[in-house]
């Protein structure tokens, strides 16, 4: 396709009764309706669309397709820049939607996810059927927060992809990494089916980054996200259970740094980037966290249990501070809550309303 290119000026488009063989987006700020006008008058098609990120509506991006092979300009500094509209313009030509519509996580739709292992219920509600059964089940719970949301709620399932172990294994790092092959039936009868997955890592004494990279050729599908959970992330001399573990904002960013990057080198829609958290300690400096990248969706996941007062509690320690561009979410335990709130409840009484539910 031709290149695409997001400026304040326009190239110099001269009057004509022909159409252009040139698209131009814009908002409707003041600030461009000179270059609009002018645009319009030479001939190119211009379309004023209510968010900046051509990938976030399933409308702008059939448009972008039907003129491929056209030049496409944006008008105002709300695009950001000509790199980032051309990346984000080559995913809306060429990438997949995400289930629910577009090309961006949120605010385009809610996820509510079965979390757990493949191998058994143990490790939570996921494992207790195989693929089949448990997309139904997915598909089942997300029906039931539909009629408490005005967006999509889309199916989702978080697979615990490495699980913290009590025992070093043979590569010393108090971690069992599941083999790909192992769940490549789930992450596939997933896609297949609409259905969003996110793949968990509980890294004991490796870093995240090591072990995200195993799994890259999974995430280089379009329905994959990553999730972080920092109560497995322990330092050498720790054991699991015996403390709470924890990392550091800059070995998060270098996750989030190598993700981004496989999303855009790949022009995949932008990816779930989730941090489990249920108490402050477990993201050190948080405050440092790099959430500036346009692939990636970040969302805090608040993993307390308890009762309702206790974890309303924990849901607004965690987002005290929290920066604006991350998207809040929450987990409801089958056996730990007492008791579990409904998804009438979920979706009504936390606040903000979540963006991502899971349930072990």
Avoid: C
């Avoid at 698209?23 to 669309?49: D, F, I, N, Q």
């Amino acid at each position: 396709s031709s290149p695409s290119e997001a400026t304040g000026e326009l190239p110099d488009f001269k009057p004509s009764s022909n159409p252009s063989d040139a698209v131009v987006l814009t908002t409707s700020a003041p600030a461009s309706a000179g270059a609009v006008a002018t645009a319009r008058a030479a001939g190119a098609e211009v379309r004023v669309v209510g968010t900046p990120d051509p990938r976030a509506d399933a409308a702008t991006i059939e448009f972008l397709r039907s003129h491929r092979g056209d030049s496409i300009y944006a008008v105002g500094d709300a695009f950001g820049g000509t790199e980032n509209f051309s990346a984000q313009t080559a995913v809306a030509l060429d990438a997949p939607e995400l289930p629910g519509g577009g090309q961006t996580v949120f605010p385009g739709r809610r996820m509510v996810a079965l979390y757990g292992h493949p191998s058994g219920p143990s490790l939570g509600v996921l494992g207790e059927q195989g693929p089949a059964e448990a997309i139904q089940l997915a598909r089942d719970t997300a029906a039931q927060y539909q009629p408490h949301s005005e967006e999509p709620v889309v199916p989702a399932l978080e697979i615990i992809t490495t699980v913290a172990s009590s025992e070093a294994g043979e590569d010393g790092n108090y971690s069992a990494e599941t083999p790909v092959d192992e769940l490549r039936p789930w992450v596939d009868a997933a896609g297949e089916a609409g259905v969003y997955v996110v793949l968990d890592l509980q890294p004991g004494l490796s870093s995240f980054l090591d072990q995200a990279v195993r799994y890259k050729e999974l995430l280089q599908l379009p329905h994959v996200g990553l999730a972080l959970d920092s109560e497995w992330r322990i330092e050498p001399g720790q054991r699991h259970l015996e403390q709470i573990g924890s990392v550091d904002a800059a070995e998060v960013n270098e996750v989030s740094a190598w993700l981004a990057d496989l999303t855009r080198d790949n022009v995949l829609p932008q990816k779930v980037f989730m941090l489990h958290q249920f108490n402050l300690s477990m993201i050190r400096n948080r405050g440092q966290l790099n959430v500036s990248h346009p692939e990636l969706a970040v969302s805090l996941h608040a993993d307390g249990h308890g009762d309702p007062g206790q974890k309303l509690d924990t849901w607004n320690v965690l987002r005290s501070g929290l920066q604006p561009e991350i998207w809040p979410g929450w987990k409801n335990f089958h056996d730990e809550d007492t008791p579990m709130l409904t998804p009438e409840q979920t979706f009504t009484q936390v606040s903000p309303k979540p963006w991502f539910v899971s349930y072990q």
